[in-house]
């Protein structure tokens, strides 16, 4: 499985930011993807996941009510729209897939992984 993201970029506090995974290859063995994201200094951290029919979703508290993970099956594509950012999220951004939904919080579960965007937010 290849993940592909995009939609990182500079933005202001308060700003909005779409961010795209677009998977390819075998992902028939998908069962979930999730959106992760690392800031400097810190651990890879679980920000949002979805199963891959869509519909599961699941958020980390820090972006409740400001996030929504959505996917377009046609396109194989997950979606995460970041509204209210912080300078806080200011961090990479890496999608991944997970074989089993019940492991889409667990880091070391994880498969295959993206490149990563880099989303920053000034203040």
């Known amino acids: 499985v290849q993940l592909v993201e995009s939609g990182g970029g500079l933005v202001q506090a308060g700003g909005s930011l779409r961010l795209s995974c677009e998977a390819s290859?075998?992902?028939?063995?998908?069962?979930?993807v999730g959106w992760f994201r690392q800031a400097p200094g810190n651990q890879r951290k679980f920000v949002a996941g979805?199963?891959?029919?869509?519909?599961?979703?699941i958020y980390a508290g820090s972006v409740e009510g400001r996030g929504t993970i959505s996917r377009d099956n046609a396109k194989n594509t997950v979606y995460l729209q970041m509204n209210s950012l912080k300078p806080e999220d200011t961090a990479v951004y890496y999608c991944?897939?997970?074989?089993?939904?019940?492991?889409?919080?667990?880091?070391?579960?994880?498969?295959?992984w993206g490149q990563g965007t880099q989303v920053t937010v000034s203040s």
């Open positions: 991944a897939a997970v074989p089993e939904w019940r492991y889409v919080k667990v880091l070391s579960k994880y498969k295959f």
């Open positions: 290859g075998r992902t028939d063995s998908v069962d979930a």
């Open positions: 979805i199963s891959w029919s869509g519909a599961l979703t």
